[in-house]
């Protein structure tokens, strides 16, 4: 693939699966496409499927509370999701969706290149920790038991470091979450933090 925009064209033609029968747009990316920090969510919801842009509705304002108060915007992140199109009723992916799309994320990631990858829930966490292969999300613990803590990983040859965290969703439906978060993103402060003290283009 040479570059995002080519992906991203690829993406908005895709039938692949049933989902793309249902779908309003394909919700492919947005942010700094050469950012060291790559956020990954697992599907887009209403609002995104009806505007065709990642994280637009209630959880996506509380993403951007939650960068702000790290001193990040979009300017310094890309945020994207393992599924570019919306499930019906915002139910769960299926194994065969995330099959045929994690090609998509995996050329996603080679392209934007990122240093530091922040999943966001359950199903972005487990496949980006089983290395972008559903096959062996089942072996991967949950998001509960693994938030806030950094590992690093390799895909495609490239070391990266991987911070899970709870879906910014989950605040909105349990708003005891909202102290875990902001200490979890404080945590992917002092990993960027780390980061850029270690590699000086970061």
Known sequence: MQNIQELESIC?????????????????????????ILFIGEA????????????????????DKLLNKIGLS?????????????????????????????PYLIEQIKLINPEVICTLGNYSTKLILAKCNPDNMKSIEGITKLHGKSK??????????????????????????RETMSIDFEKIKEEINCEKKNKKNF
């Open 12 to 36: 908005k033609t895709c039938m692949k699966c049933e989902l793309s029968k249902t779908r309003t747009n394909v919700v492919f990316g947005k942010g700094n496409i050469k950012a060291k």
């Open 44 to 63: 887009p919801g209403k609002n995104e499927d009806i505007q065709g842009i990642p994280f637009v509705g209630a959880a996506g304002k509380e993403l």
């Open 74 to 102: 979009l300017d310094d992140a890309y945020i994207a999701n393992i599924l570019k199109c919306r499930p019906p009723e915002n139910r769960n992916p299926n194994n065969e969706e995330i099959k045929l799309c994690t």
């Open 152 to 177: 690093i990983i390799v895909l495609d040859e490239k070391e990266v470091k991987v911070i899970p965290i709870y879906h910014p969703a989950a605040m909105l439906y349990n708003p005891k979450l």
